[in-house]
């Protein structure tokens, strides 16, 4: 991907035109050029009264004035985007007052970087915090509107692909409440995750198309925006004292331009920030060119500039798709650094710099933006080598989410060297200088310094990410204790021993306030009912839940909340997707991304082999527990098998539900496009939550937590956070099956060969067998035969081999579902034992553990 020339700076007017006509641009520019005498310039920003009269007055003002139109004339999305400005104009006062405080005090900050913000609806989230529901309720309905109507409007950001963006975006909540200087930075992608259909059960990708009804929650400020140089080569000039140094000679160059979302702490008048970056030219259209009739080519460097942003995680499979990726990652990185630095003064000691701030790599996308800051203090501040690296190296912490090989990054050295050659002649000489501290501490130990280098050789050159992070990072922590310690054990062991102290554990967590508060009120109203309103920021105190567990009337309420939760989701599926939930079948879920690992296909067999026994009479259909199956899962565009897995999943439902030999006693369900808005529907019915990953695969989960704080027993491995549940939920609330990843890997080491399972198991023989047959592809056993190949000839994540446990647990969850208080019992300490994971206590760990900063007074 190359630009034929180089774009003009942000800074520069074009040769036309006049100096003094061209607007002030750039992140630090103020407009104020006379004192300010006016007594209401002086005081603070205030917001609109927090009355109905108050709101209502707000809501038509923005309705009439900002959107032209009167409330007997306006649309729907008239009437939610005067909504969300409304709310937003309520958070503003706080927003401008958390930033002069901000500004004033210059506590140290944490700068969030992160290719995903999962982000979920705002409108609800906003009011909630800001404590405005009742009054935008009562407000609307004098307007006679419905705020139930105006919410479901409401576009969900996909920025964001499953737990990783789901996280960042449960984080920077947490940080917002517990009054912590934060500002999250990423993409402002215009075409987030794809909107996922199925044409004949397979999955079709469509553009998530979330800004074409307008984006109220996010501010842009062109003015502020920053110039990204890409590409060129290095120079080495040498000064006047004979002193060589390196210059960067970029290029092309674009645009990012900030985008502002305010993050609204809960109840306490804090809002942090969370800026995200679109890509722009610097010369977005050339009139010359236009006139001679070269439309195409007049917006030539507009559209390339503009593919940076375009859509979230661009398919890598070709060279161009990598460096695309590759240019995401370091035009966010580029901007987030810029805009930090700078925002600091033009007199700020960026030795001082490491006092001001951390910045939070989340996983290796942003890792580049280590070489970014060397870079900076280097070539652009004249700092020297050894005082860049010292600042450096005291700024950044690294969160490592994996524990695949393949998802841990390497960038070829050609693509970095042809896209950012001085990021790489920097990247090669810290690892220079860190092969030193390798060898000094093992002398002639050569295959470490292999394995150990943060440029790999073979079989290709290629940077590490996660090597330079660990290099660079002040700490490294993984997301689970399990994960944590698998990361220190083997996927960064040679780290880990020579730096024991840097390695730490963050078990990952979840914000009750969306997933528990605003998702679930029926059980949130019997909770505070319970113990008081105190839980939703003290998570902990859903402890105070246990001795209820016992107390009939509260399972009554308990299940009648669970009850009017499945209730909602049926009414949601139904006009959502044309599905109808039985409210009285157990609810059996497993909603996460599709991938082999995840053993989406180990659900899948389980239902087989149920619909197996039932259509062949082995089984009479009454016998079995009532139970509906519920999907939600998307599969990267070029991932075939997970698409394949997908496909056979749909055609399962479509068989089983429509036989009359089941009775109707098992039903098979996978709503497209599955995303936070239906999981803050779906998880609060749920009764049994599926976290069956194989051991030593899955880092954390999250989605496992958000089960258990709402009520589901979980199925699961001992895996991820999956191993921290099951010890403070209790084993009798949990239904444990499987290997131990000890028993994994040593299955792997002597030889696994899933086809002797499939053998040696009747019932796993019959159930893939069916699959074989085309009994659920119009009789063409060709259809799947790639997934039942891959599973007996291949298998790689052991799915064969804890087929006969699983099956086995799966009944215990039958027996004990039969009885209805010991699960609602259980169901209740479920709630009350997994107050650990809250997001607020995993920032409290990141605080103490890696951060050392405090929250502002």
């Known amino acids: 991907m190359r630009m034929p020339e180089t774009s003009l700076p942000a800074s520069a007017p074009s040769p036309s035109t006049p100096a003094d006509e061209t607007p002030a641009v750039g992140p630090h520019r103020r407009g104020v050029e006379f004192p300010q005498t006016h007594a209401l310039a002086l005081a603070p920003v205030t917001a609109p009264p927090p009355t109905v009269d108050g709101f209502v007055k707000e809501f038509l003002h923005e309705l009439n004035t900002d959107l032209g139109v009167a409330l007997s004339r306006s649309s729907i999305n008239d009437q939610y985007t005067a909504l969300a400005h409304t709310v937003r104009n309520y958070l503003t006062a706080r927003w401008l007052e958390t930033g002069r405080k901000q500004r004033d005090t210059s506590p140290k900050s944490v700068a969030y970087l992160s290719a995903e913000y999962l982000l979920g609806r705002q409108l609800g989230n906003n009011l909630l915090a800001a404590n405005l529901h009742d009054i935008a309720e009562k407000a609307l309905r004098a307007c006679g509107l419905n705020l139930a109507t105006l919410r479901a409007q409401e576009v969900e950001p996909g920025l964001g692909n499953g737990g990783l963006g789901r996280l960042a975006a449960c984080f920077i909540d947490s940080l917002a409440t517990m009054n912590v200087p934060c500002i999250g930075y990423g993409i402002r992608y215009e075409y987030g995750i794809f909107r996922q259909t199925f044409v004949e059960g397979e999955q079709v990708e469509q553009p998530d198309s979330w800004t074409a009804l307008g984006t109220p929650w996010d501010i842009p400020h062109p003015e502020a925006a920053v110039q990204v140089n890409f590409g060129g080569h290095v120079e080495t000039v040498t000064d006047m004292a004979g002193v060589e140094s390196s210059v960067w000679v970029p290029e092309w160059n674009v645009l990012g331009v900030p985008y502002n979302i305010m993050v609204p702490g809960y109840l306490n008048g804090r809002v942090n920030t969370l800026r995200l970056w679109s890509a722009q030219a610097t010369q977005a259209f050339d009139l010359g060119i236009f006139n001679a009739g070269d439309y195409a080519q007049a917006v030539r460097a507009q559209t390339f500039a503009e593919n940076i942003s375009k859509v979230l995680y661009p398919e890598d499979s070709t060279p161009q798709g990598k460096e695309l990726r590759l240019q995401q990652q370091y035009f966010f990185v580029a901007c987030s650094l810029r805009d930090f630095i700078d925002g600091q003064g033009p007199d700020f000691d960026l030795r001082e710099l490491p006092q001001r701030v951390i910045f939070q790599l989340n996983d290796t996308h942003p890792v580049i933006a280590v070489p970014e800051l060397m870079r900076i203090l280097i070539d652009e501040r004249g ?255 070029g991932y075939r098998m997970a698409k394949n897995i997908i496909h056979l999943i749909n055609n399962v439902g479509t068989v089983v539900n429509n036989d009359p030999l089941v009775q109707g006693r098992l039903k098979v369900f996978f709503p497209a496009n599955y995303n936070v808005t239906l999981a803050e529907r779906l998880i609060p019915a749920a009764d049994l939550s599926e976290q069956i990953s194989l051991a030593g695969m899955e880092a954390s989960g999250t ?155």
């Open 383 to 637: 700092l020297d080598w050894d005082e860049a690296w010292a600042i450096t190296s005291k700024c950044f912490a690294y969160t490592c989410h994996t524990l695949l090989p393949e998802a841990l990054e390497v960038w070829p050295s050609d693509l970095l060297g042809r896209l950012l050659p001085r990021h790489l002649e920097i990247i090669y000489r810290i690892n220079t200088e860190f092969l030193e501290t390798v060898r000094d501490k093992w002398p002639d130990d050569y295959l470490r310094l292999g394995r150990m280098s943060i440029v790999a050789e073979y079989p290709d050159r290629g940077v590490r990410m996660a090597f330079l992070a660990t290099v660079a990072g002040i700490k490294v922590n993984g997301v689970a204790a399990l994960h944590s310690q698998l990361l220190r054990d083997k996927v960064l062991g040679d780290f880990a021993e020579l730096w024991p102290d840097k390695f730490t554990n963050v078990t990952n967590g979840v914000t009750p306030r969306r997933f528990m508060r605003l998702a679930n009120p029926h059980l949130s109203d019997l909770i505070t009912d319970a113990i008081g309103s105190g839980w939703v920021t003290d998570l902990e105190r859903l402890q105070e839940l246990a001795p209820f567990a016992d107390d009939p009337e509260f399972q009554a309420s308990f299940r009648a909340a669970k009850m009017a939760n499945k209730v909602r989701l049926r009414d949601r599926l139904r006009a959502r997707d044309g599905l109808e939930l039985p409210t009285d079948h157990m609810l059996d879920v497993m909603v996460k991304r599709l991938h082999e690992y995840k053993r989406q296909t180990l659900k899948l067999l389980h239902i087989v082999s149920l619909y197996q026994q039932i259509s062949s009479g082995t089984i009479d259909a009454l016998d079995v527990t009532p139970r509906t199956f519920v999907f939600g899962a998307k599969a990267a565009p």
């Open 703 to 857: 989605g496992n937590m958000k089960f258990a704080l709402n009520g589901a027993l979980t199925i699961g491995t001992d895996d991820g956070a999956n191993v921290e549940i099951r010890k403070l939920v209790g084993d009798d609330n949990f239904f444990l099956f499987g290997m131990t990843e000890p028993e994994v890997e040593e299955l792997g080491a002597k030889g696994y060969h899933p086809g002797e399972y499939y053998e040696s198991n009747p019932q796993l023989k019959a159930t893939l067998d069916l699959i074989a047959s085309g009994r659920f592809s119009s009789g063409d056993g060709r259809t799947f035969e790639p997934v039942v190949s891959n599973l007996v000839h291949h298998d790689r994540f052991m799915a064969l081999a804890d087929f006969g446990a699983y099956i086995k647990a799966q009944e215990r969850v039958d027996a004990y579902y039969a009885d209805t208080d010991a699960w609602t019992r259980s169901a209740i300490l479920n709630v009350a034992r997994s107050g650990f994971f809250s997001s607020d206590r995993s920032m409290k760990d990141y605080i103490t553990r890696i951060w050392g900063i405090s929250p502002v007074l």
